[in-house]
């Protein structure tokens, strides 16, 4: 049996990795330059700099094996950050029990194998798909690809609905507004914010997450560091937002957090169409075809999250295996 998986971030990966431990040959296929979607890090700053996922948790027994396997291969690490809450104006601490783990030196370090590199094919956006005997896919520089039994779409509801022309039915069964947008900015400051803050929960204005970067394992600096995210709805509305804009509404509002000038040495910005899951929405689990071997799945299967990714990738897989 031979399966095309089209995306490469955690969903897809933990998906190819269990078909392959079942002996199955897999070929994922992604548009970015490397794998790991949303958990990936950016270079930047001399290093590498988490702006898409923040950390992850390990709930579901099967997960929290293999975050056991990661650590003690050395590419997850936990991390205890102070937290804190922004609420009614003011910081305020907020510790909880959750434990959280973030992969060591980067995010994207447990699902970045050199053994997957023949099996990779980066920088490739798919954007037609054929059946007849089998799958056959073209990506958009017209390259041709052949001979698969199965496929899957580990893609962002909008974009595996774009490519299911063929299955309208399934089409019709994907919510392609279930994610929203994420802007993220991170800035290295030439001095650093004098409160013990690590991460913190925003409740009131544009922002929703701020969480102090060279705080994590495996990525100190000489300067302090932040990451933070905005609001789906200020996303939205700032869509199209020019970076250095974005990054002086980061600014400002860190310096609203902490009630201190921000003194900006270095910044980054990235816009990430889809991020976050609308908890309004109910989570659709994996989808299949009736018509054809084809799975559908991704982090918003089952509502969102690292962990929830990797869980939907382990059930592509057993779906491949009865389509």
Known sequence: MRVAIVGAGVA????????????????????????????????????????????????????????????????????????????????????????????????????????????????????????????????????????????????????????????????????????????????????PMAHPAEGIFVKEGPLSWVARQDSKPGRTSPKQQWVLHFTPEFSQQQRDASSQFLIDCAADALSTLFQQPVQLGASVHHRWLYAIVDASKPAPGILTSARFPAVVAGDWSLGGRVENAWLAGQQAAKAVLHV
């Open 12 to 191: 897809g990966l933990a998906c190819g990795e269990a078909l392959l431990a079942q002996g199955i040959e897999v070929q994922w296929f992604d548009k970015s330059r490397a794998s790991a979607g949303r958990a990936s890090a950016k270079r930047a700053f001399g290093g590498h700099i988490d702006l898409g996922a923040q950390y992850f948790t390990a709930r579901h027994p099967a997960f929290r094996q293999q975050v056991d396997d990661w650590q003690q291969q050395g590419l997850v690490e936990h991390w205890d950050p102070q937290l804190y809450c922004f609420v009614d104006g003011q910081l305020q601490a907020s510790p909880d029990d959750t434990r959280r783990y973030v992969g060591t030196p980067a995010m994207h370090s447990p699902w970045r194998s050199h053994t997957l590199a023949d099996k990779l094919l980066l920088s490739c956006r798919i954007e037609q798909l054929q059946y007849q005997h089998g799958w056959q896919l073209q990506s958009d520089d017209g390259r041709q690809f052949s001979g698969f039994d199965a496929l899957v779409l580990a893609l962002p509801p909008a974009q595996a609905a774009a490519l299911l022309s063929l299955d309208p039915v399934l089409q019709q069964q994907i919510p392609d507004d279930i994610l929203l947008p994420c802007q993220a900015v991170a800035l290295q400051l030439n001095q």
